[in-house]
C-alpha cells in the first residue's frame, strides 16, 4: 500500500505560479511512475505530467513550457511547479503512483486561477 498525501493548491491571479508536493509514504518500490493529473468540473481526469523513478519526464501538450515536475527521490516527494496559469488550468489536481498493475491516488488538491 502507498499513501500519497498533496498540498500546495490554492487561489492565484491568471499569469502566476503554483507548486504542488506530492509526499509518497509506505511500500515505495524502487521502480515507479509518479505523476500528477487533473480534472475539471464536468470532465474527465486527464495526464498532466509524470516523472519515473529514473528521472524520466512526461507532459500534457497544454503544460509544455510552463509546467515542471521534479523529485526528491530521498524524501519520495514529487513536486509540480506551476507557471503562467491561466483559467483554463483550473481543476482538482491529483498525484498517482504507478508500480506495474499498482496505482494509487492522493485526495486531490484545488488549483483554482482568476482571471
Known amino acids: 500500500q502507498v499513501q500519497l498525501v498533496e498540498s500546495g493548491g490554492g487561489l492565484v491571479q491568471a499569469g502566476g505560479s503554483l507548486r504542488l508536493f506530492c509526499a509518497a509514504s509506505g511500500s515505495i518500490f524502487n521502480f515507479y511512475v509518479m505523476g500528477w493529473y487533473r480534472q475539471a468540473p464536468g470532465k474527465q481526469r486527464d495526464l498532466v505530467a509524470t516523472i519515473t523513478s529514473g528521472g524520466s519526464t512526461n507532459y500534457a501538450d497544454s503544460v509544455k513550457g510552463r509546467f515542471t515536475i521534479y523529485r526528491e527521490s530521498a524524501k519520495n516527494t514529487v513536486y509540480l511547479q506551476m507557471n503562467s496559469l491561466t483559467p483554463e488550468d483550473i481543476a482538482v489536481y491529483y498525484c498517482?503512483?504507478?508500480?506495474?498493475?499498482?496505482?494509487?491516488w492522493g485526495q486531490g488538491t484545488q488549483v483554482t486561477v482568476s482571471s
Open positions: 498517482n503512483y504507478r508500480h506495474g498493475p499498482l496505482q494509487f
